[in-house]
């Protein structure tokens, strides 16, 4: 069995539920984000595989999952990164954001949201379980994706990537 870590508002831990059970009663937990990209700045998204329990089959960020209870924020993200993609890559945490979302199968995503970047260029041998394709889009391919395919990504993927971008744009 998962279990999430319950945060409030500014990220304080106080105390760790089942996930299934977090997310069917919407309760603020912490999770991370994944934004991977190579050396030209393209950037890797992965379309969810259809098991997930929610948003199976969208178009997403490289990866994104939670850290388990007095598991580490980065050490989680190396953990799933590995499990998702079968890779390696040093990760650095930029920023975090909280959001909330309600999907049509009544589960609630209320996370706060540690968002790393890395970068990684080669083959990207992902867990079929996990993930059905991935692709290296560039940034204006991705915002002409989205504006003209909005229903084929996350809810927290367009909430995230304006925030990305702005970062990018003030290391620049």
């Not at 030209?40 to 089959?57: N, S, T």
């Not at 079968?86 to 995503?109: K, P, R, S």
């Not at 996370?111 to 993930?131: K, L």
């Amino acid at each position: 069995m998962d279990y999430v870590v319950l945060v409030d508002e500014a990220d304080v831990e106080h105390g760790v539920m089942e996930k299934m059970e977090a997310h069917q009663k919407g309760l603020l937990h912490r999770a991370f984000s994944i934004f991977l990209f190579d050396e030209k700045g393209h950037m890797l998204v992965h379309q969810r595989a259809q098991g997930k329990y929610h948003c199976p089959g969208l178009w997403t960020n490289a990866c994104c999952s939670h850290p388990r209870p007095n598991e580490s924020d980065n050490t989680a993200a190396q953990r799933r990164l590995s499990e998702e993609l079968g890779l390696q890559t040093e990760l650095i945490e930029q920023f975090a954001f909280t959001y909330h979302a309600v999907f049509d199968n009544g589960l609630t995503e209320y996370e706060y949201d540690h968002v790393f970047f890395g970068q990684y260029d080669g083959e990207v041998p992902f867990n079929a379980q996990e993930v059905m394709a991935v692709k290296w889009v560039s940034w204006s391919d991705l915002e002409q994706w989205i504006t003209n395919e909005p229903e084929a990504f996350t809810p927290w993927f367009k909430i995230a990537l304006p925030l990305v971008k702005e970062k990018i744009k003030s290391k620049e």
